[in-house]
C-alpha cells in the first residue's frame, strides 16, 4: 500500500552520470563489435534518406537505471600512435592453455558486450594485453578494461554461513580448446565511410583471397597472417551505389591473448553472427524472433520474444549469460494515435496541442527497418507527397521515396510529418538535419497509460513476458540446442574451434537463516523461506516503538463521505492490535473535488497543527497528489497519508489496506512498527539513490537516507536536485553526508565508529568515476566532520538491480530460490569483490536476483558479516511487511528521490528530515 498513487512519467530511476566522454569513447559509442547497422528509413532534410536509427542513449520511458545506453561496447581502437601500428606479434608458440579456465591478471578487464548494469553481464574480458605493438603508443588506455575492484588484501570473498543448496544459473560455458593465436587488425577505408553494413560488404568482397576472418566494421579479427612481414594489405573494392572505387588499408594492431579485453570482444561477435545465423532481428542492441511472435489481436499488440547475450570471463570459466527477453510492439500506427486525437477533439484548437502532447518524446519503430526513433516535433506543415532533394541532387517525394525504396505505399498524402533530431552519434555518422518520418509507417512502441491500467491486457502479456524457472529453463535449453544444432552455427563455431555447453552451469550456493522480526516487549514474529513476509503476526503486535497519533485530520470530497468515514472506522478498530492509539480525527468535508479546493482547505487544517493529516483524493492520475504533497512537503512542512478513494470503494480487503496504512502512519509520525537484531554498533548506514525529474529535462534528483540509531529504524533523508555529477558530488551529496554526521553526533553523544554506504544508480560505466572522484570526496568529507581514515571503518557498495542473472533451484523441477540465498562464487567476476542476493520472495515469474559490488572496504568485516547485514537490513522497509529487492536505506532513498522527481520539483522541507514522510 504506497502512498505514491502517482503513475511515473519521466525516466526511470536515473544514475550518476560518470565525467565527460573522450574522442575514443565517443567513437566507441558510434559501433558496437558485431553489430550491424540497419539503413535508417528517416529521410533527412539536409542528408536526405541517411538518417540513421536512434542511438541506444535513448530509450523508451522507463529506461531508468542500470542500462548505461551510452557506454556500452567496446572502445574502438584508437588510431593514434606510430608503436601502436607497428606492434608486430610476439612469440609464435600457441595458445595451449585452455581457455576454459583462463585467471584474470590483476589489470582489470574491458567493457563492451550487452551488460546491463553489474555483474555477470558485460561482453569481455579482463587483463592486460602482452604483445608489444598492443601496449605502446596507446591513447587513454583505461577504458579498454574492466576495472578492478576488488581490494588487494581481500583473500577470500566467499562466505561460509547458512545451509547448502543446489542452484542452476542462465549462463552455459564455453568448451573450448583453442588451439589458434588470434590476431587482430584495424580496417581503415578512404574514401571514409560510415555504414557498418556497407564496410563489411566491401570487405568481403575479397572474402575468396582471405584466411577465416570475423569482422565488426572497424576490427578484423584472424588465426591467419594477412602478410607474411606483417605490413598493411591494401585492397580496393567498388562501391555500387555510386561506382566509386574504395581504398581498404587493413593493419596489424596485435596478437590477442587470452586475458585481453579483444579475446571477449571476438567471442562477442562470433555470438552475434550465430545470432544472426537464427534468422533473428537485431532491435536496438539484442536480438528478437518475429516469426515467433505473439499476436494480441484484441490488444493491438505484438510481443516478439528474443535473447540477451553476453560472454564474460568469471570465476574459473568463460560462460555466456542468456537472459530471455520481450519486445512488446503496438500495431497501431502514428497515423492512427493522430487520428484518435482528430476523433476526440473534433479537429478543433485544441487538435494540434493534444497531438503534441501525446506524441512528443515517444519512441517509435520503423517496421520497414527495425529502426527506432524519438519523435522530437511534429512538421505540420509538411506532407508525404512534398518533395525533396535525393542524393544526386534529384527531387523525389516521400511517397516515391518509400514507395521506391521499401515498396509501401503511403494512402494519405496529407498527413503531417514527425520529425526525429539526429543524435550526436548520427551527427557523426553525417547526418547533419532532421530527419522526417511518415506518421504511417511508423509503430508506436511500450505501452500506453491506458493499456498498462488494463488489467486483462497486463495479465494476458505477463503469461508471456514473466516466466516461471520450469518455463524459462525449457526457453534457455531451447536456445542453447539452436546453437548446438544449426548446421550453419555448428561449422562457423567448428572453424574456430568453440563450443557452447549444452547445460545451464550448476554450483552450491547457501541460504541464510531467516531473521526474526521484533517489535516492543514480548512481540515476535518470524517467516517461511518461500515466503518471506510477516503481514500475518499484525494482527496482535505491539510496535518497536510508536508516534503520537491522538491529534489528526481527514481531508475528503462530499462524494467520498461514507467510504471515508467506513475507513477511518476500520483503522481506528485495527491500530490498537498494533500497539498503537489513534484519536478520533477532526474531519473536513469538500464540496468539489479540484485540486484547488483541497489546497485552500489544506491551508485552514495545517494551521491547527494536527500531528498528521489524511487526504482522500478521487484517483491516481497525479494532479491532486502533486498539489497536496507540494502544499505538504515544501509550503506547510506536515507528514500527511494520501489515499485514493478507488481503493477505499472497494470492500474486500479493507481490513488489511488499514493495517497497512496504520503502519505507514506510525512510520511517518517517527514510530518504528519492527525491527531485527543487529550485532554492529556504532555505525552508520547510508543509502544513496538517483532519479531523473520528469519536469526538466537533464536534471536528476539524489536522495541520501542515513541512520541514526544502532538498530537502523531512525533516518534522516536529504534530497537535493543537480544537472551534472560534479554538483551531484559536491552540492549535494557531500553536505547531506556531512549534515548526517551532526546530526547523528547530536543524538549519539558521539560520531559512527563505522560507515556503510549502499549506492544505488550506478552502472558499470561509472564505476572508475565512482573510484576515482565519489569515494575519495565522500572521505574527505568524513576528514571534515572529524574522522580521520585510521579511526573510521569505512564500507562502499555498489547495488545494481537491472542485471541479466537469474538463478534456479535445481532440486527435481526448477524453482525460485528462497529468500535469503546468497551467491559468491562461479558466476561471480573475478576482479570484483562481489555477491548476489536473492532477498525478496516472489509469486509469479522467475526471482530477479540484486548485485552487491563492495568497492571500498576498510572495515575489517568479513564477507559473512558484510553478507548477512545486507540481508537484515532488506526486512526493514516500513512499506511493506517482508523482504524487499534491496537494503531499505536504498529502498528509502528511492522512494524519496521518485516523490521529489515526479511530484515536488524542490527540495523538500528541512522540518521533515527525521521522519519517513515520503512513505
Known sequence: MGDT???PTGRARGRARGRARTNEEALAALRKPGEVSTPAGGVGAAAPGRGRGVSGEREAVARGRGVSQEREGGPAVPSSGRAYHRGSVTGSDTLSSVLSSVHIGSGGSGAGGQGDSGNGNGGSG??????RGAT???RDRAQEFYVKTRPESLQSKKGSEGTEINLGANYFALVAKPNWRLLQYRVDMKPEIDHTGVRKGLLYVHKASLPKIIFDGTILFTTTRLSPDDKPVVLTSKRESDGVMVEIIIKLVAEVQPTDYHYMQFFNIVLRQAMEKMQLELIRRNYYDPKAAVILKQHKLEVWPGYVTSIRQHEEQVLLCCEISCKVLRTDTVLEQIEEVYKRTGGAGSFRPTVEKALLGAIVITRYNNSTYRIDEIAWDKHPSDEFEGRNNEKISYMKYYGDKYNKSIRDPKQPLIVSMPKVRDQRGGVTGPIYLVPELCNMTGLSDEQRANFQLMKTMGEYTRQDPVKRSETLAKFADRLNSKKEIVEELQAWNLKFSKDLVQFRARILEPELILGAGSSKATYQLDNADWGTAFRKWNSFSVGNCQKWAVVFSNRDEAVTKEFVNSLKKVAPSLG???????????????????????????????????????????DHYAAVKKKCCLEKPIPSQCITSTVLSKPKGLMSVATKVAIQMNSKLGGEPWAVKIPLKDTMVIGYDTYHDSAQKGRSVGAVVASMNSTFTKYLSVANLHTNPAQELNDNMCPAIAKALRKYAEINGNLPARIIMYRDGVGDGQIPYVMEHEIAAIQNCFRAAGLTDDQLLFTYIIVSKRINTRFFKMNGKPSNPPSGTIVDDVVTLPERYDFFLVSQSVRQGTVNPTSYNVIKDTSGLKPNHLQKLTYKL????YNWPGTVRVPAPCQYAHKLAFLVGESLHREPSEQLEQVLYYL
Open 5 to 7: 498513487p502517482v503513475q
Open 136 to 138: 605502446r603508443g596507446r
Open 874 to 877: 532488506t526486512h526493514l522497509y
Open 126 to 131: 579482463s587483463g592486460p594485453s602482452v604483445g
Open 580 to 622: 498503537m492509539s489513534m484519536g478520533s480525527p477532526k474531519i473536513f468535508m469538500l464540496t468539489d473535488n479540484r485540486p484547488a479546493t483541497y489546497i485552500q482547505q489544506l491551508d485552514q487544517v495545517i494551521d491547527m497543527k494536527p500531528a498528521i493529516v489524511m487526504i482522500v483524493i478521487p484517483n491516481n492520475k497525479g
